[in-house]
């Protein structure tokens, strides 16, 4: 079976993904769920702290706060649409 070659921005964009701290990573995949949930990001309220719970398998103290980073993220500009998404990820 032939695996196709991943294109260098791809793997520029993996390799990037790979070296930030398990929070971050986290705090991103957050951001995901949120425009998963609500098209524009425009109401993170969509998700609920439960659901990142859910999601992610943590405490609904860290839930809440990578919530709050998620939240950064997008109003400080972040896209997470533009950027590399590990397969199994919304």
């Known amino acids: 079976m032939h695996t196709p070659r991943l294109t260098n921005t791809r ?3 993996m390799r990037a993904y790979q070296s930030q701290p398990r929070r971050q990573r ?3 995949r957050v951001t ?3 425009v998963a949930a609500d098209d524009h990001a425009g109401n993170v309220d969509v998700i609920a ?3 990142i719970e859910a999601d ?3 405490r609904r103290t860290t839930a809440g706060k990578l919530r709050r980073e998620a939240v950064e993220l ?3 500009g972040y896209d997470p649409t533009a950027t590399y998404v590990p397969q199994g990820w919304r």
Do not use: E, F, K, Y
Request: proline share 6%.
């Open 11 to 13: 793997h520029l964009n």
């Open 26 to 28: 986290r705090a991103h």
């Open 74 to 76: 997008l109003t400080s």
């Open 32 to 34: 995901r769920l949120i």
């Open 56 to 58: 992610l398998g943590v």
């Open 49 to 51: 702290p439960t659901d």
